[in-house]
């Protein structure tokens, strides 16, 4: 069980003839982690892309192999076309990874988490809003009882998302967060988290308001967002800074600020800002 619903498990609540006082059975093993990509050599596949493909989930790595197959990489000297094709291709399959998924509101969710290396909890017990994965490393089995719902190692258990790391699913975090080809959301950062609101919990610090933490967090992601703009090849600073303070909520998008005296004479307007 790695990607389905628990639509079973709901019936089994529901018509199971269990006695209230039995304790807990075994439903189902659970494999939380995807199995490796075993891709053929391809000699028209540039090695590079070819481990990427190899380092992402088996249904990206699927599609990705069509996309180069019937868009070839033509061979230049230029560091430049080989970028602008990455940048390209990367467009093209983040918008067909976003339609594979139906549920707007719970991909939106899951693409925020994306951007903050966060684990999210799900009510439903379902990993199908967004393309995450249970927090769990390995197999474990998922124990079913009527009276109290579902247990693990005979404790009540919650489903717990998180997002693969880049080294597990590399087409991941280079495609849905962002390029100058596919943005992540609609609307600006900042209106993604004032419309969302979700109930951050930041358990891996010592501040004792969440406060400071979430404009942090927003900032973060902000910059990661903006440092994307320009594609794998970086964007120059004077962009970078505009696609900030537009998801930010400072500014329109696209609007250019003019950068102050002491900037400007140290060169930033050359400097680029690479692809966080």
Known sequence: VISSTN??????????HRSRG?????????FPSFPRVVVNGDSGIPVLLMEIIKHSRPL???????????????????????????????????S????????????????????????????DDTI???FARRSEQSAFKLQICTARGLWKDNEPWACRCVMLSP???????????GGPFFRPFDQPLCTVFSTIQPPFHYDNTEQRSSDGMRLEALTAAAIV????????????????????????????RGKMMQLVQDVESAGWETRVVPFL
């Open 7 to 16: 639509g079973t498990a709901r019936n089994l609540f529901e018509t199971s």
């Open 96 to 123: 067909e990874f976003s339609a594979l998924k139906r549920r707007m509101d719970e991909f939106k969710i899951g693409q925020l988490c994306l951007l903050l290396s966060t684990s999210y909890p799900v009510l």
């Open 167 to 177: 080294k597990e699913d590399i087409l991941l975090h280079l495609t849905l967060t």
């Open 60 to 94: 990206f790595a699927e599609i990705a192999l069509k996309y180069v197959r019937d868009n070839p990489y033509r061979v230049s000297r230029d560091p430049i076309d080989y970028l602008k094709y990455l940048n390209a291709m990367a467009g093209a399959l983040a």
């Open 128 to 130: 199908d809003g967004h």
């Open 22 to 30: 039995s304790g807990p059975g075994v439903w189902c093993v659970v």
């Open 225 to 252: 967002l903006a440092s994307h703009a320009g594609g794998f090849g970086g964007v120059a600073f004077p962009t970078f800074l505009c696609e900030l303070l537009f998801e930010l909520g400072v500014s329109e």
